[in-house]
């Protein structure tokens, strides 16, 4: 009968109404919950975690939300006040004047202002201390100076553009001077920065800690609110064997892992107790750097038909199934995309063959293409760990014998390598460059860098030499971009290289663990991260 | 026993002069410029080479480099790495008890699974509890530890869930690591425990043992296990360096501090003097160890006192 079901309708919207209002106020507590510690298993361990020293990209991984920089460049490559309220660069080119943060304070306690940026800079360049990547990201650093308690002034001995990209990376981030000068070597396990967390142990081939920074009350460029991170800590494991690392995230004893292996990708992926993320690296991708010096290389015939008889197809449905995206350039999409590299060098057999048999190279008898009696071979330059060559060199030897080149793979260990690198001695290697600004081009195809780091194509064009240094002196963001444009144009014309593969930068987490964000460099932030339990 | 110490510790000497110039050599036998190496991964100018060069000693003559190698060494002295800038035996100190730590837990192990089923296996003889342990000692033998080791993982950090499958510390820890260094070393002891007792059993003091009417299990503790196990002290000696070098696989596949984990971290990242150091203080301490197991010989096996 109605007359009896309402009043049990009408009890159950007031049962309703009760709940809500009394879930009401726990909701937004519910959404971000705070607390708990999250524990992540790296691929390895940091040689160090002071960001002025280290070499390696481990390191930032680490320190991302512990040290900060003047300023933050987002995903989206956008540069914004983080540590430096505004920023102006001078006419000439040659100095950068920032306007600092008044409220900042280390960990430690002491003020963050304009004497700790000289400090951290000049600390840098100080021959008596060993720096890594941050040594070349201050290349012809002239000195700073203090303008005021919050403006510094850093100036350059020639134009250099770069700087603002990689002032807002991992190795130019700030430690605490005082840290610095109190305890010296500390600072490979302990930096002191300023940001929402802070390192609190490390125990070597074990894990490091960081702990939430309770006085962090300011707004993270990569957050939306104001105040102290979520998590209470967060454990950095190293584990350095991938099936171990990944058998932790599937039991639980870690949260997090980075490093998934392609075969192990496909199972973390259907697995709904779990999450994978994918983000693209900056840099140099995966690429065959063509040796343009030794014959038959030295005809751009040649290379061009090696760039399109290369089936990257193949490459992403095997050996890099899930973790890489396809190449078209020397700089990976993320750092510069255009229609017109994306059309470069579609896989085209027929092509290949077409500009092999232009070039004087006719099919011969055991399938390998011949010229006056020469075979058409090819000697790559592989990495041999002792488990074989990697297995995308073994992809591209079977791509190009089917269009008739016989690649022979120089696998060998690491320091020959090298070597056979700086003296031009096979037909490339295949490498890859992190590097958060297209300067990183510069080591790669400046002529002044054959026979060093890594202008392993051994190219010597004063057209690509002389964009590569308009490139460092222009700071309009769309004049900057023309630059690299017309460079990577140059490269793909000229068949300098053969851009393979764009590396991603794979985490898998638990599903409740949620919030993660990735700067521009590939690196986690965490503080808004949170565990639901 | 005196003149049998004496002898056996000075034996020592030439050994370790062999150790070091091994590892000496270390730096000189890999292709290429050492400090280009260690530099690869760095746009570096000419200067920071020669700073390197120099700071290494490279630019020096070999021999004298070679003095100052073993002088050092000797001191304690190990040199710096180039990773971490601490120096060696600093990082060594650091790591050296958890692989201590693990190598006796993993001898443990094997001892207490090698030595019943060994025993066993001897008395059993021809039975199928004979072959099928030796069968399991085979495949033990064979068995990557790796591969055991990622298995254990599955098995009981995966699956079961009692077992951390990673890190070090406590007890809790260990026991993976150590039961897979442990299950290969314990097929090694257990065929050697098996063929050493068959050998005692069908002595002629067994037999008297037995007719003067004692009881049949006092025989094979008390008088053949005895006997038995001299042998199986040496393979604990030998199978130390073997414990070690797994040491370098267990540790990296259960994440685990340690000598191991120390050597392949400066192998991967051209620490040379990191390497060197390493290599240098374990190949010592097998050969020390060694020298000991030598001399508890001696004590057990008064035959090679006197001999």
Known sequence: MPTERSPRFVDIVVAALLILTVACPLAPAALAQTGGTLVIGLDQEPPTLDPHASPSAVTYQIIASVTENLLYRAPDGKLVPWLAESWQSARDGRSVTFKLRRDVKFHDGTPFNAEAVKFNFDRIVDPKFKAGGARAALTTYAGSKVLDEHTVQVSFETPYAPFLNLVASGPLSIVSPKAVRETGDQVHTRPVGTGPFMVTEYVAKDHATIARNPAYTRKAPWSDRSGPAYLDSIVWKFVPEAGTRVTTLESGETQAIYQIPAQSLPRLEKNTGLRVEKTPWPGAPRIWLLNTTKPPLDDVRVRRAINYAVDKDALLATVARGIALKAFAPLTAVMLDDPALRQAYPFDAAKAGALLAEAGWQPGSDGIRTKGGQRLEIVLNAIDYGGGPEPTVLLIQSSLRDVGIDVKLKAQARPPWYEDNYRCATHGPVMFLRSIDPDGLFSLFHSSFVGGNFNWSCVKDAKLDQLLEQGRREFDPAKRRAVYLAIEKLAIEEALTVPLLDDLSVWAYRANVQGAKYNFNAYPVLSDVTIRR | ?307
């Open chain 2, 1 to 307: 026993m005196l003149t049998y110490l004496a002898r056996r510790s000075l034996a020592v000497v030439p050994v370790l002069f062999g150790v070091t110039l091994a590892v000496f050599s270390m730096l000189f036998l890999v292709p290429g410029d050492p400090v280009k190496i260690m530099l690869a991964e760095f746009v570096t100018t000419p200067d920071q080479v020669a700073q390197m060069r120099a700071q290494l000693h490279l630019d020096e003559p070999i021999l004298k480099q070679y003095g100052r190698f073993v002088v050092n060494a000797v001191r304690g002295d190990l040199g710096t790495s180039i990773r971490s800038r601490r120096p060696v035996s600093t990082e060594i100190g650091e790591n050296v008890g958890s692989t201590a730590q693990l190598a006796l837990a993993s001898m443990a192990v094997a001892v207490a699974i090698g030595v019943p089923l060994g025993l066993m296996a001897a008395l059993a003889r021809n039975s199928w509890f004979d072959v099928g342990s030796m069968i399991v000692a085979l495949l033990g033998v064979s068995m990557p530890s790796f591969w055991l080791g990622l298995l254990m993982i599955v098995a009981f950090s995966l699956h079961l869930g009692w077992f951390p499958a990673t890190g070090g510390g406590d007890l809790w820890h260990l026991v993976l690591p150590s039961v897979t260094l442990g299950m290969i070393a314990s097929a090694i002891i257990a065929r050697l425990t098996r063929s050493s007792m068959l050998e005692v059993l069908g002595q002629d003091y067994v037999r008297t043992a037995r007719a003067k009417g004692l009881a049949w299990w006092g025989v094979v503790v008390r008088h053949a296990l005895k006997n038995a196990l001299i042998p199986v002290i040496t393979i604990f000696g030998l199978q130390f360096g073997n414990l070690l070098a797994g040491a370098v696989i267990v540790e990296t596949v259960f994440s685990r501090p340690g000598l191991g984990r120390l050597i392949v971290g400066g192998i991967l990242a051209k620490d040379f003097p990191l390497v060197q150091g390493t290599v240098l203080f374990v190949a010592t301490a097998y050969v020390l160890i060694n020298v000991l197991v030598d001399i508890a010989y001696a004590f057990v096996d008064p035959r090679i006192r006197f001999g």
